[in-house]
């Protein structure tokens, strides 16, 4: 995360809420303001914070490098997962052991209500629900990936600085290596 304290913490109590056991690791990058801090704390399992905002890919990393687990759950700061999210990323995972992650998608009932957010918005919706299950990329505004295919390809590329195409790039990268990325519209998420 980056400041947006009040987004912030509708994410981590949604993610509190979950009726799936996980370890919530969450990267500060460099916020500048207290509150955000303070409420990741409060929630997580452990923070890591970057001493300089080193953007998305950087702090994804950061966050992959020191969690315990097999799969990786990757959550954008501004995303609020159903209770079921992370069950259905795991039953997802389990019943397809050749993929190498798996997506989902905005629901479509959007926060933001100005016209072109909420027109982004069920943009995203529409091309999530409707498109293939074989994906070509990945998106990490929910997204896991299974911890041993994320470190064959190395991860995000850290080049990517401000958010922008690092999660499609990574999926992209997977796929060019032989691994499976699966669209599953059921792993449904709300975008603040």
Not at 57 to 86: K, M, Q, S, W
Not at 96 to 118: C, I, K, N, Q, W
């Amino acid at each position: 995360f980056h400041d947006k304290p009040v987004q912030l913490e509708r994410c981590l109590v949604a993610l509190r809420a979950s009726s799936e056991p996980f370890e919530l690791i969450v990267v500060d990058d460099a916020s500048t303001g207290a509150r955000a801090p303070e409420l990741a704390r409060q929630h997580a399992d452990r923070v890591i914070r970057l001493e300089r905002n080193s953007g998305p890919a950087a702090a994804r990393n950061a966050g992959a490098r020191h969690a315990c687990g097999a799969r990786l759950v990757f959550i954008d700061a501004d995303v609020v997962v159903e209770p079921g999210t992370l069950a259905r990323m795991r039953t997802e995972l389990a019943a397809e052991p050749g993929a190498a992650g798996l997506f989902g998608s905005y629901d479509d009932d959007p926060a933001e209500r100005s016209t072109v957010s909420y027109y982004r918005n069920l943009l995203h919706h529409h091309v999530h629900t409707t498109g293939p299950r074989e994906a070509s990329t990945f998106w990490a505004g929910c997204g896991a990936i299974r911890r041993s295919d994320f470190e064959a390809v190395q991860g995000f590329d850290e080049s990517y600085r401000v958010p922008s195409i690092e999660d499609i790039e990574l999926g992209m990268r997977l796929v060019a290596a032989g691994r499976r990325v699966l669209l599953v519209p059921a792993v449904s998420c709300k975008h603040l």
